[in-house]
């Protein structure tokens, strides 16, 4: 990537992104030639699962800053496919590799049957070992079949054995590591993974992957003041995002400390980004717009539904559905048959309910057999195209209307389809790409209603599918406080 051929100082200065983005290990190598080489920096960016990440809600949070142990770690992940683990072993024996890693089991495993075969790898330290860990992920299902994991910290005199998989009945599939204490003055680790089969192949016994992480004593083991910045967008009244961050120093750890965020709706959440002070330059604390927005701890709430009504329940439709995708009501009885479609759009979902075209706008007319009290009205519908809710993308409108004669109707308001964050219920699923193509959209009048007839009038520009209908006689909804304690905090009632 860089080359100095001229003679005095140079400085190489090298940015890069496409080289390394989605490797999970990066080799790095300085040859020098009648050279010296004065200082180096390496300086890495980690893309993290967003769920996995610290986010913020709408209003007071309460962040806390805590470290593990002062530690430097020396982390080994090899590949192992075609021969690639030869790459960082210092010894083997018996070994053979499948030039293609088979997924559904092992990658390297004993090249001849009845012979130990195993690879050896070294972990040596520039300081004192505190513990290392190593393992991996193993296949065993031949008959007397064995993988052990060793390690020696004499230089290979002495192996001790910390695990030995010799199950061979399902599941074959298995997760290992182990972790060890070194003694003082530990410096260097060998590692040893072994197999012995009666079948010499993948499917007999074999690994899948290795993972190796040693943890050293810093060089600098002096506590230094960290900057922990949260950045984050927040949601308007229409939708739209202003970008805001939160830099806070901290001194001391543990430390907590707060953040309130302002904004209509939870936060989109964009970045978090921890680094000793300074490491960014000249870091501003405090909120990037200077302004507190101060509010209380958002608290969530608790869904409890009752029994619908509209169950098993006869309804006309004023317009017969469309047969796309598999969807149709020939029987008359798809939108009562207690089968709610999916909360997402696409695919198999529109086999679940009746589909119209756009601007059909459809009315049905559900008769629940007699006057009863109605506490919510509901709808479980999404269209095409797709539209998420939780972007306030749906434009869709279902009026309801009510009657006790199936001739005169009053209305009663058009079903919620603007949904935010904050008002999904704790106990309602989001899909894993969080979001809401399709859901049961309701309105909860402010006491119940007596009705035997419920009407829904759909208006809309895209193809509506419609999977079922909903009255309840009962819903409520309650505050529920995730009372998450932080580290060190007594258990609060």
């Not at 790898?121 to 079949?145: C, M």
């Not at 499917?203 to 506590?223: H, Q």
């Not at 409108?397 to 009053?410: A, L, P």
Request: with cysteine; hydrophobic share 35%.
């Amino acid at each position: 990537i860089w080359t100095g051929e001229k003679a005095g100082d140079a400085v190489a200065d090298e940015y890069m992104i496409d080289d390394v983005s989605g490797s999970y290990e990066t080799l790095v190598r300085v040859a020098l030639t009648d050279a010296t080489l004065k200082s180096m920096e390496i300086s890495t960016s980690t893309a993290l699962n967003a769920k996995t990440q610290p986010r913020l809600n709408l209003g007071k949070n309460t962040v806390y800053v805590g470290a593990g142990d002062n530690t430097d770690s020396i982390v080994y992940w090899p590949e192992l496919q075609n021969d690639k683990y030869k790459q960082m072993i210092v010894e083997e024996k018996n070994i053979a590799s499948a030039r293609k890693h088979p997924e559904y089991m092992g990658t390297i495993y004993p090249a001849a049957a009845k012979e130990d075969g195993y690879i050896v790898y070294r972990i040596d330290a520039p300081r004192d070992l505190v513990k290392f860990t190593y393992g991996g992920r193993f296949y065993n299902r031949a008959p007397k079949s064995h993988i052990d994991m060793l390690h020696s910290l004499d230089g290979g005199k002495t192996w001790i054995k910390s695990y030995s998989l010799t199950e061979t009945a399902m599941p074959w599939d298995v997760i290992h590591y182990e972790t060890i204490a070194a003694p003082a003055g530990t410096r260097s680790v060998l590692v040893k993974y072994l197999m012995n089969t009666t079948e010499p192949k993948s499917s007999g016994c074999s690994i899948y992957a290795l993972r190796m992480e040693a943890d050293v004593l810093p060089a600098d083991p002096t506590p230094k003041p960290v900057e922990v910045t949260f950045t984050w967008n927040e949601v308007q009244k229409d939708r739209s995002l202003v970008k805001r961050s939160h830099t806070q120093v901290v001194e001391k750890l543990p430390a907590t400390y707060t953040i309130n965020v302002g904004g209509e709706d939870h936060p989109v959440m964009e970045a978090l980004t921890v680094n000793f002070q300074g490491a960014r330059g000249e870091a501003k604390a405090g909120y990037s717009d200077g302004k507190d927005a101060g509010g209380e701890k958002w608290v969530g709430s608790w869904l409890t539904i009752g029994k619908n009504l509209a169950a098993g329940k006869p309804y006309t439709m004023s317009h017969p559905s469309e047969t796309n995708w598999n969807a149709g009501d020939p029987d008359g009885h798809k939108l009562t048959d207690g089968v709610f479609g999916p909360p997402y759009a696409g695919g198999a979902s529109y086999s679940s309910g009746v589909l119209w075209k756009a601007k059909t706008n459809p009315t049905i007319t559900l008769d629940l057999g007699q006057s009863t009290p109605c506490a919510s009205f509901g709808m479980n519908f999404h269209g095409y195209p797709w539209h998420d809710a939780l972007k306030g993308q749906f434009k869709d409108k279902v009026e309801v209307s009510v009657s006790e004669d199936g001739r005169n109707y009053t209305p009663v308001g058009p079903l919620v389809t603007d949904i935010c964050w904050k008002d999904v219920p704790l106990n309602h699923m989001v899909s894993d790409e969080e979001t809401m193509t399709g859901g049961t959209f309701r309105i909860v009048p402010a006491k119940p209603i007596t009705a035997r007839y419920v009407q829904y009038k759909i208006t809309s520009d895209r193809m509506v599918c419609c999977t079922e209908l909903e009255v309840l006689d009962s819903i409520s909804l309650k505050p529920f406080d995730l009372r998450v304690a932080l580290p060190g905090e007594s258990r609060r009632q």
